[in-house]
T-cell receptor, first 111, second 115 residues
Framework: AQSVAQPEDQVNVAEGNPLTVKCTYS??????LFWYVQYPNRGLQFLLK??????LVKGSYGFEAEFNKSQTSFHLKKPSALVSDSALYFC?????????FGSGTKLNVKP | DTEVTQTPKHLVMGMTNKKSLKCEQH?????MYWYKQKAKKPPELMFV???????INESVPSRFSPECPNSSLLNLHLHALQPEDSALYLC??????????????FGPGTRLLVL
């Protein structure tokens, strides 16, 4: 079965430290890959997207993601975390008529 | 205008009621979506409209009835819901024609409670 996996339910990091939120996918072909963020009681906000080309994708709010085809991974990164980055992060993969969300990772950034 | 708006923000309904959720965007997007999200879970795709036509129905029960009256509006009509239908209902829109590969812009959602 095709799917997107986020192996960590929760990631804790201190403010100012680098952060990584992991995502792996098992989707055939060359899916588009996304990261979305959801703040409490809000809809999802688009962070970044990989279609093709450069394996390092830069997105909103200083986030970037590294695509690794051999490991089928698309990890989200930020060099220096902010307390305001605390939220729920979803990785997703899209084919033409199918869209797969990961289960979500709660990021806690502590002062 | 770069917003997707949803009304109402909160809705409480009984199992015999009929109600509607409304979604609106003025970004010129031609694809619109309904998702259902339970607490601490990812959104589940329900319906996709492309050019005001239903293109994807993810086997959603008929007590949920979508409607796209024009390119800016998307409704979700609710009838005879069950308590397990209580969730956050999210609307989204996107510009590109390959709808599910497009960047989606989400509204804030309607929190529905079915009693």
């Amino acid at each position: 079965a095709q799917s997107v996996a986020q192996p960590e339910d929760q990631v804790n990091v201190a403010e100012g430290n680098p952060l990584t939120v992991k995502c792996t996918y098992s989707v055939s072909g060359n899916p588009y890959l996304f990261w979305y963020v959801q703040y409490p009681n809000r809809g999802l906000q688009f962070l970044l997207k990989y279609i093709t080309g450069d394996n390092l994708v830069k997105g909103s709010y200083g986030f970037e993601a590294e695509f690794n085809k051999s490991q089928t991974s698309f990890h989200l990164k930020k060099p220096s975390a902010l307390v305001s980055d605390s939220a729920l992060y979803f990785c997703a993969a899209a084919q033409l008529n199918k869209f797969y969300f990961g289960s979500g990772t709660k990021l806690n950034v502590k002062p | 205008d770069t917003e997707v708006t949803q009304t109402p923000k909160h809705l409480v309904m009984g199992m015999t009621n009929k109600k509607s959720l409304k979604c609106e965007q003025h970004m010129g997007h031609r694809a619109m979506y309904w998702y259902k999200q339970k607490a601490k879970k990812p959104p589940e795709l329900m319906f996709v409209y492309s050019y005001e036509k239903l293109s994807i129905n993810e086997s959603v029960p008929s007590r949920f009835s979508p409607e796209c009256p024009n390119s800016s509006l998307l409704n979700l009509h609710l009838h005879a819901l069950q308590p397990e239908d209580s969730a956050l209902y999210l609307c989204a829109s996107s510009q590109e024609l390959a709808a599910l590969k497009a960047t989606q812009y989400f509204g804030p959602g309607t929190r529905l409670l079915v009693l």
